[in-house]
């Protein structure tokens, strides 16, 4: 019987990913899941580093342009819709790739999540309200005492785990890092021998000079016009999750006149430096990780050989 596979293609955001998963699909059958928490959104396209509307038509990825900026898009959203992907990739006798960096929705499908306390709105407002009066580091020192543990994984700006860390304890009285420990195991992860694969650069300043070069090319491409033009929508507004994907809160404040470009540019790039560290430190926690270095082609080569020795695979 054919083993069932699947591959996860990991590594610190402008790594390349995007080239090795697409380098991938012209050596065999896949069918390739996006993981990735900013490119869900519709209109977000030059900041999120989304496959253009060609290459999407040629190398189709599921769980890209599936909400509006306005929406919500949890990590519960990722595993609905992965499952899905999977499955139906399985049932067509490829192979799915799930590529990107969002390392909280990688491990949520290899893990499994909570059954955590639903959303409580007045619970998120008022967190929301002291947040306002006294800074989200305020919080996150409040979370150390109620939840050392949760406090250690989650960064003192990352205002949505804060929120919702601390929405939890008060609605259960539980700390959430118990509720993690409770996670169940993904009926997806049971039925797959899913390959860990990250792709990676040899030096953290060959990174670091990638990412300031690629804002850079995002700058050119109309970044700026394209964080005007969702200003304009209704209902979008700084506190929306889409927003806070890295570069967009940036831009947006250089448009209301908080920071010069120059100044807009150096938080972007910043925060950028900042979250590959975080997928850094994610990548370091995880078991039977293989590193692969190298062009998008033979990154792709070597993805799989890994495939052949997992699953007979037929090549194109």
């Not at 860990?196 to 650069?201: F, K, M």
Request: proline share 5%; with cysteine.
């Amino acid at each position: 019987m054919k083993q069932r596979v699947a591959v996860c293609i990991m590594g610190p955001t402008a790594v390349g990913k995007t080239d090795a998963a697409l380098a991938l699909a012209d050596l065999t059958d896949v069918d390739l899941i996006s993981v990735d928490s900013a490119m869900v959104y519709r209109h977000m396209d030059i900041g999120t580093a989304k496959p253009g509307v060609e290459v999407l038509a040629r190398y189709p990825h599921a769980l890209i342009n599936v909400r509006e900026p306005t929406e919500p898009f949890s990590a519960a959203d990722f595993l609905t819709g992965a499952d899905a992907a999977v499955a139906s990739a399985l049932n067509r006798g490829r192979t799915p790739v799930l590529v990107g960096g969002s390392m909280l929705y990688f491990k949520a499908f290899r893990d499994g999540l909570s059954t955590l306390p639903s959303a409580d709105p007045a619970t998120r407002s008022a967190i929301g309200a002291r947040a306002a009066r006294t800074g989200w580091k305020t919080l996150h020192d409040e979370l150390a005492r109620i939840d050392p543990a949760a406090a250690t994984r989650i960064h003192p700006n990352d205002p949505q785990r804060i929120q919702r860390a601390l929405e939890v304890f008060h609605l259960s009285g539980m700390p959430i890092s118990q509720w993690w420990s409770t996670s169940t195991a993904r009926s997806a992860r049971q039925r797959l021998d899913c390959g860990l694969v990250e792709i990676a650069l040899s030096s953290n300043e060959h990174l670091a000079t990638r990412i300031a070069d690629r804002f850079d090319a995002m700058l050119e491409r109309g970044l700026v016009d394209e964080v005007a033009r969702l200003r304009a929508m209704p209902g979008l507004d700084l506190s929306k999750p889409s927003m806070r994907a890295v570069g967009y809160r940036q831009v947006w404040r250089h448009l209301d006149g908080d920071l010069d470009s120059n100044e807009m540019r150096r938080q972007a790039v910043s925060a950028t430096r900042q979250l590959a560290r975080r997928q850094a430190t994610w990548l370091r926690s995880w078991r039977d990780l293989r590193s692969i270095e190298g062009p998008p082609t033979e990154s792709a080569r070597r993805i799989l050989q890994f495939l052949d020795q997992a699953s007979t695979i037929d090549r194109l």
